[in-house]
């Protein structure tokens, strides 16, 4: 149980363009929904967090116009990159909680290149 | 502002060595503690979960505990095996109302057959 799918796994872009990346729960309700980008070689960092039918949380330096997050059902949260642009190329992974909230389940990733 | 320190940042073995990945926090007042794998280019796997009331947790090879006094924690793997290779990261969250983790930068573990 407990599985996080992300759809795409890869994407290229360019530069100017909106990209949408889905993370979905498939098993199981997840009340609280987490963004993370990760760059080569450095650890996750959180971007937002966000809990179905609420506006999300944005962590501090998180532009929330650039990166806009929706989490409209308990299984679905949608991460937009607007105007991309090539800094924002990273792999970008989702987390879910479900009612226990203490463990996380993380997605496959999705990788943003940003031409 | 929480800091995770992971060490060593990489690390090489033979095949069959028993290894530990060390972790710890600036902030001591961790709730739930959880480590992972991640392969390259892949997304991260659950391997073990401390939570709130626990010290330790083991499944098969892999044993992780922690020490709340000093906000740090272990990972133990036994019997090391070449497809025990990837990145292992921990991660903490200290309670409230989202349990929002803060990660490590990860070690590097390269099990040599």
């Known amino acids: 149980g407990a599985v996080v799918s992300q759809h795409p796994s890869w994407v290229i872009c360019k530069s100017g363009t909106s990209v949408k990346i889905e993370c979905r729960s498939l098993?199981?309700?997840?009340?609280?929904m987490f963004w993370y980008r990760q760059f080569p070689k450095q650890s996750l960092m959180l971007m937002a967090t966000s809990n179905e039918g609420s506006k999300a949380t944005y962590e501090q330096g998180v532009e929330k116009d650039k990166f806009l997050i929706n989490h409209a059902s308990l299984t679905l949260s949608t991460l937009t990159v607007t105007s991309a642009h090539p800094e924002d190329s990273s792999f970008y992974i989702c987390?879910?909680?479900?009612?226990?909230?203490?463990?996380?389940?993380f997605g496959p990733g999705t990788r943003l290149t940003v031409l | 502002k929480q800091e995770v320190t992971q060490i060593p940042a990489a690390l090489s073995v033979p095949e069959g060595e028993n290894l530990v990945l060390n972790c710890s926090f600036t902030d001591s007042a961790i709730y739930n503690l959880q480590w992972f794998r991640q392969d390259p280019g892949k997304g991260l796997t659950s391997l073990l979960l401390i939570q709130s009331s626990q010290r330790e947790q083991t499944s098969g090879r892999l044993n992780a505990s922690l020490d709340k006094s000093s906000g740090r924690s272990t990972l133990y793997i036994a019997a090391s095996q070449p497809g025990d290779s990837a990145t292992y990261l921990c991660?903490?969250?200290?309670?409230?109302?989202?349990?929002?983790?803060?990660f490590g930068k990860g070690t590097l573990l390269t099990v040599n057959p």
């Open positions: 987390s879910a909680t479900g009612t226990t909230y203490n463990e996380q389940f």
């Open positions: 991660a903490g969250d200290s309670g409230g109302s989202n349990y929002k983790l803060t």
């Open positions: 098993d199981f309700q997840a009340t609280t």
